[in-house]
């Protein structure tokens, strides 16, 4: 086993026991998360430094976590909750709520407009 045993202060662990990790797209970028995971706790996992301070109820009820996404081997987009749903092998994340898109900017900055104007 190679994750799911850190144990937070009230000694439950953050991640649910893994063996491996599962390739999954976020906005067309190929990402590397634990499998066994809500889609939420494997967004945490690509960003730990800001997903614990996004304002998520974790409970399927603010709706900030919301996404848009594609099955493996489906054409079918469908709307989930990101705290519900089962991240899981080929899962292709094509939209994201604007409180997912701050938290996971970091992901993607690399892509991102240059923040300043150039003096060109
Ligand atoms: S985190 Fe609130 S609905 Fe998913």
Same mark, same amino acid.
């Given at each position: 086993m190679i994750g799911g045993m850190g144990a937070d202060r009230f000694n439950? *662990? &953050? @991640? #649910? *026991?893994?063996e491996k990790l599962i390739s999954i797209t976020v906005r067309g970028k190929p990402m590397q998360v634990p499998e066994n995971q809500i889609l939420l706790r494997a967004f945490q996992y690509l960003c730990p430094e800001t997903i614990p301070f996004g #304002? @998520?109820?974790?409970?399927?009820?603010?709706? @900030?976590c919301r996404v848009v996404i594609r099955k493996a081997g489906s054409d079918k987009l469908s709307q989930a909750l990101s705290c519900k749903l089962m991240a899981e092998e080929g &899962?292709?994340?094509m939209e994201l709520a604007p409180e997912l898109q701050w938290n996971l900017s970091q992901l993607f900055q690399e892509n991102a407009p240059h923040p300043m104007p150039t003096d060109e």
């Amino acid at each position: 086993m190679i994750g799911g045993m850190g144990a937070d202060r009230f000694n439950v *662990p &953050l @991640y #649910r *026991p893994f063996e491996k990790l599962i390739s999954i797209t976020v906005r067309g970028k190929p990402m590397q998360v634990p499998e066994n995971q809500i889609l939420l706790r494997a967004f945490q996992y690509l960003c730990p430094e800001t997903i614990p301070f996004g #304002r @998520y109820c974790w409970n399927e009820e603010c709706q @900030y976590c919301r996404v848009v996404i594609r099955k493996a081997g489906s054409d079918k987009l469908s709307q989930a909750l990101s705290c519900k749903l089962m991240a899981e092998e080929g &899962l292709e994340i094509m939209e994201l709520a604007p409180e997912l898109q701050w938290n996971l900017s970091q992901l993607f900055q690399e892509n991102a407009p240059h923040p300043m104007p150039t003096d060109e």
